[in-house]
């Protein structure tokens, strides 16, 4: 009996670290106290554009930030409703990413890609729709993204890349012209969903 | 335990030899649960850190499952990927940083010089690369928390836009304390690690899962010149 003991605790020791192991690495994302998330939530409120400050020593909001790229962001929460985002794209260079609080980026438009300079996105939950009773495409519909987000809450991240450090200040005005904030349906016939929401994100439905 | 055991014992040469530390008393049974229990507590303690250690490993270097390692550059090959494993997806939450997926960008990190020698401070280095086939691209020099370093002339980063290149398209990047003709990225007055990041926006070669290429000689390689 006593033969097997060390080897029964050699297999027992190693099962359990596996166990360990896959419980640790899949336990990490939700447990990481200083996420990006958590940092962003602590510039300001959610479903409100905020321009970052340029990346410099001792003052950077997410570590490893580019010193090169200036960035605005906004915490969607879609628990009243969707989400609008609207940007002039000024150059080719420009991203916008929509991240989930665990960091996935889960949509990504480069500048590049987008037909026109201006774009409108509109962020949905699983259970939301922007179209209209009735009609196939309303006629806005070419103009604006539609992205079906797989949370009700995430990030929305632009990253305006500097072609020179001259063109800085005119990345940074860029930046501030973007918007962020509940959607609003244009339509009349449809009664507008509770407005006033941007100071309230955490309003329960 | 077993009152047959005693007898047996002199005569069984083989378990004799097996178990010459246990004690054929009758208060082994107390002798042998507290020996069952210490064998346990450590087990358990060795499993914990086995287990913590080896995921901590994975998560915080990467292994040949999720990083490309290229000399001293490293790379998570579906950073940002919502379809990431779950070492990826960790790394990434605990980093703090929110990468674009490796689609649309690739991230490469190096925290030593082409010979495997750690990236300080004191140590000047010279970093020699070719041109990258990307949108815009920017290496930048950071501290081991990702903050960048202080310096009188502000350079944090040199980007495919502003770096002074040779004729091929090839540059050198000068990583030191002291100014430097060139490009000069400043390693700062107080002695520390160093890590470099190379960030290559919209690589236009792709696989076929869409995660972009960067040729592994094109990725510079870290001289160290001298040491203070």
Redesign the interface.
């Known amino acids: 009996m006593r033969v097997r003991l060390p080897g029964l605790y050699i297999v027992l020791g190693l099962v359990l670290a596996g166990l360990i192991h896959i419980v640790a690495v899949l336990m990490l994302p939700s447990l990481a106290p200083r996420n990006a998330h958590a940092r962003l939530a602590a510039l300001g409120p959610a479903n409100t554009m905020i321009e970052l400050p340029a990346a410099s020593p001792g003052r950077q909001v997410m570590p490893m930030m580019a010193p090169d790229v200036r960035y605005a962001v906004c915490r969607f929460d879609l628990a009243n409703g969707p989400v609008r985002l609207r940007a002039a794209v000024p150059d080719e260079l420009w991203l916008i990413a929509l991240y989930t609080p665990e960091g996935e980026n889960f949509y990504s438009v480069v500048g590049a890609d987008m037909k026109r300079p201006q774009i409108d996105l509109i962020i949905t939950a699983a259970n939301q729709t922007v179209e209209e009773a009735g009609v196939d495409a309303p006629e806005w519909s070419d103009d604006v993204i539609v992205v079906n987000a797989p949370v009700n809450a995430g990030i929305a991240l632009i990253r305006a890349p500097l072609v020179g450090p001259s063109r800085a200040s005119f990345a940074e005005r860029a930046l501030r012209a973007t918007s962020c904030g509940p959607y609003v349906r244009p339509s009349p016939v449809v009664p507008s969903p509770p407005s006033e929401t941007t100071e309230t994100p955490e309003a329960p439905l | 335990?077993d009152p047959d055991r005693l007898t047996a014992l002199p005569t069984d040469s083989q378990?004799m030899f097996?178990?010459s530390g246990?004690v054929p008393w009758r208060e082994e049974d107390a002798t042998h649960s507290m020996r069952s229990l210490a064998?346990?507590i450590?087990?358990?303690v060795?499993?914990?850190m086995?287990?913590?250690g080896?995921?901590?490993y994975?998560?915080e270097r990467g292994s040949p499952l999720t990083t490309t390692k290229v000399g001293p550059w490293n790379g998570w090959v579906t950073e940002?990927?919502?379809q990431?494993d779950?070492?990826t997806?960790?790394h990434?939450?605990?980093?703090?940083?929110?990468?674009?997926?490796s689609t649309?960008?690739r991230y490469f990190t190096a925290s030593t010089d082409s010979a495997g020698r750690s990236l300080v401070s004191s140590c000047e280095y010279s970093i020699e690369g070719g041109p990258l086939n990307a949108?815009?691209w920017?290496l930048?020099v950071?501290d081991t928390?990702?903050?960048?370093?202080?310096n009188p002339s502000?350079r944090?980063?040199f980007?495919s836009?502003?770096m002074l290149r040779h004729a091929d398209g090839s540059y050198r990047v000068n990583l030191s304390r002291q100014a430097r003709p060139e490009n000069w990225l400043p390693s700062g007055a107080a002695d520390q690690r160093l890590?470099l990041?190379l960030?290559v926006?919209?690589p236009r070669e792709t696989d076929a899962a869409g995660i972009g290429l960067v040729p592994a000689e094109r990725l510079p390689k870290i001289e160290r010149k001298s040491c203070e």
């Open positions: 335990m378990l097996a178990s246990a064998y346990f450590g087990t358990f060795v499993a914990l086995l287990g913590i080896s995921a901590w994975m998560i940002g990927n919502p990431a779950p070492y997806k960790a990434v939450a605990r980093s703090g940083r929110l990468p674009l997926t649309v960008a949108r815009w920017s930048a950071y928390y990702g903050g960048l370093i202080d502000a944090y980063s980007n836009e502003e890590v990041m960030r926006y919209s």
